[in-house]
């Protein structure tokens, strides 16, 4: 089946107060990948990462070796690493944690990641960093703004239009306006497409919209401190056709307050705090891109998620060769369910009452160490524990067209999770660094793993048992000049991996189960390493962003090796 795509991106950059095109287009790409291999157009790295910029956080992760995408729609993307999905890839947004709603999935947190709206996209691989929640056994994704005092003085903006067949089209708006003291940012972005038609020509059920706005403002009384409230707004809209219901409305709501301090002299160095509130609030449905029955009692429904938390960690300089992290964070989600008629027909969904199937708690305290053995060898550690807590509200569970009394009915489980890793990394000369670490990490069951799902003997899988991961990463990066490049593998056993499978017979009713197992993965990826965008050049950045190589990239205390990368 042969896709024909045609594509015509232009970004311009407008800087300086003048509003006119000031940075003489710095990038515009005309492309026509039919041979739709990604990896082949990121030889040059000073280009985009694949020719049609991505609408979701998916869609450009796929790029990276060792990911792959299960699609859900238009709208996003399940994004699996190294064989792994879900909550075994820890997805941050600025910081913040967000879960979807739907039972089925059509909103992984890649549903409300815009990447037009940020600046940096940085992959953790592995269990091999304890600072970003629990339970990262795949790996960890951070999708960054960055703020430099130095450059939101004025007024700057950023503008890109993106052109498609298939009626594609995307629109990004990024302005910031400031003073020394003070900053505003505002990105608005939109995506859009029309079914696209398969080598037959063909349409298929497909098209989608999605847009996002977001607003942040600053306070930066000197060039270490940082105090910014940001707010979050989008939504989107996406036609299945590999289900019964489209997705009609994908809307995130979304607060956040952050402050940051660094250079503050004595052992302690820095500290950041944040808290967040993130509301999602997902409509399926058989009417509003398809024909089905409004008045049906199962034409819509509508889940919704409530995630609040917050985290603080602080930095210690032990010596100018040891560095110490020391955090705590804590998560709190709800999630409920509702459905019924459309708006307008007798058993509206909108009028009903939600109700509570599901709530989880998390607290967590960690604390990783980087040491300095010599100018060319380094060994970093972390330890975690997470206090979690997971409550079951059913009382009733539908199975086929009936309902059954809920085994687990207001069951609460109550565990103590620990994770940890060490890895040692070596420069062995100036182009070419090795490393070798091993983790382990426990990780809780999610939403999708215990609540829509039965187990093999009862209906309910509420009592699934946790997962335990214990893995061992190796790899080498190079870089001279602009080329680089990078190989790393993995050997990982799994006891009780949380095993979902469907079409499991129990009596005459075939079944969705999850189920303990133990597993072994393995596996190898070649690559270039990751790159951070900073002041409008991409910069290589060392294997787990340990150490930025050039000045210019600013991490705000992301790069362990700060003192290198702020001198
Ligand atoms: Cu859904």
């Given at each position: 089946m042969k896709l024909k795509m045609i594509v015509v991106s232009v970004t311009l950059a407008l800087g300086?107060?003048?509003?006119?095109?000031?940075?003489?287009?710095d990038e515009v790409v005309v492309t026509a990948?039919?041979?739709?291999?990604?990896?082949?157009?990121?030889?040059?790295?000073?280009?985009?990462?694949?020719?049609v910029p991505a609408h979701d956080g998916a869609d450009y992760l796929k790029?990276?070796?060792?990911f792959s995408v299960i699609r859900k729609g238009g709208t996003d993307g399940d994004p699996v690493l190294r064989g792994m999905a879900g909550s075994r890839l820890n997805i941050l947004l600025d910081g913040e944690q967000i879960f979807g709603g739907c039972g089925g999935r059509m909103d992984p947190p890649t549903a409300y990641?815009?990447?037009?709206?940020?600046d940096r996209i940085t992959v953790l691989k592995?269990?091999?960093?304890?600072?970003?929640?629990?339970?990262?056994s795949a790996g960890t994704v951070l999708f960054e703004r960055s703020m430099d005092r130095d450059a939101q003085v004025g007024t700057h903006g950023q503008a890109s239009l993106l052109l498609g067949s298939f009626g594609r089209n995307d629109e990004v708006l990024s302005a910031t306006t400031g003073s020394e003291d003070y900053y505003a940012r505002a990105d608005a972005t939109r995506s859009h497409a029309n079914d696209y038609q398969d080598g037959s020509g063909v349409a298929v059920h497909s098209s989608y919209t999605r847009w996002s706005g977001n607003m942040a403002l600053g306070w930066t009384p000197d060039s270490d401190t940082r105090t910014e409230v940001t707010l979050a707004k989008s939504d989107g809209q996406a036609a299945y056709a590999?289900?019964?219901?489209?997705?009609?409305k994908f809307a995130r709501d979304n607060f956040g307050v952050k402050l940051e301090k660094r250079n503050?002299?004595?052992?302690?160095e820095a500290i950041e705090a944040q808290a967040y509130y993130n509301y999602v609030d997902h409509v399926m449905d058989?009417?509003?891109?398809?024909?089905?029955?409004?008045?049906?009692?199962?034409?819509a429904m509508n889940p919704d998620r409530k995630t609040t938390g917050g985290r603080a960690v602080g930095t210690l300089q032990?010596?100018?060769?040891s560095q110490l992290k020391l955090g705590l964070d804590a998560q709190n989600n709800v999630h409920t369910n509702r459905s019924g008629a459309a708006?307008?027909?007798?058993?509206?969904?909108?009028?009903k009452a939600r109700s509570k199937d599901a709530e989880f708690k998390n607290v967590g305290v960690f604390g990783e160490w980087n040491q300095e053995v010599s100018d060319t060898r380094r060994v970093i550690a972390g330890l975690r524990a997470d206090s979690w807590q997971a409550t079951d509200f059913r009382t009733m569970i539908m199975r086929g067209m009936s309902m059954v009394m809920n085994p687990t009915a207001n069951q609460t489980r109550k565990e103590t999770h620990s994770s940890g890793f060490v890895r040692y990394e070596q420069?062995?000369?100036?182009?070419h660094t090795w490393y070798v670490g091993a983790g382990r990490t426990s990780r809780a069951p999610d939403y999708w793993e215990l609540f829509n799902k039965e187990s093999l003997t009862t209906a309910?899988?509420?009592?699934t048992r946790s997962e335990k991961t214990s893995q061992l990463d190796v790899g080498m990066n190079y870089r001279a000049g602009d080329l680089s490049g990078s190989v790393s593998a993995f050997y990982s056993r799994i006891s009780d991996y949380n095993l979902i499978q469907s079409n499991v017979m129990k009596g005459m009713t075939a079944v969705t189960v999850t189920r303990n197992v133990d597993a072994t993965t393995y596996g190898a990826e070649a690559g270039r390493p990751m790159r951070c965008w900073t002041t409008g050049r991409w910069t290589a950045v060392w294997p787990m962003c340990t150490?930025?190589?050039?000045?210019?990239?600013?991490?705000w205390g992301r790069c362990r090796h700060w003192k290198h990368v702020s001198a």
């Open positions: 300086n107060s003048v509003w006119a095109v000031e940075q003489a287009l990948p039919q041979s739709s291999a990604p990896l082949t157009v990121q030889t040059d790295p000073r280009k985009p990462r694949q020719p790029t990276i070796p060792g990641v815009f990447p037009g709206s940020y592995g269990p091999q960093t304890v600072l970003y929640g629990a339970g990262n590999d289900r019964s219901v489209d997705g009609s503050l002299g004595g052992t302690l058989v009417y509003t891109l398809r024909s089905g029955d409004p008045s049906s009692m199962m034409a032990l010596s100018d060769d708006p307008g027909y007798m058993g509206d969904y909108t009028l420069d062995s000369s100036a182009t309910s899988a509420f009592n150490a930025a190589t050039t000045p210019t990239a600013r991490h």
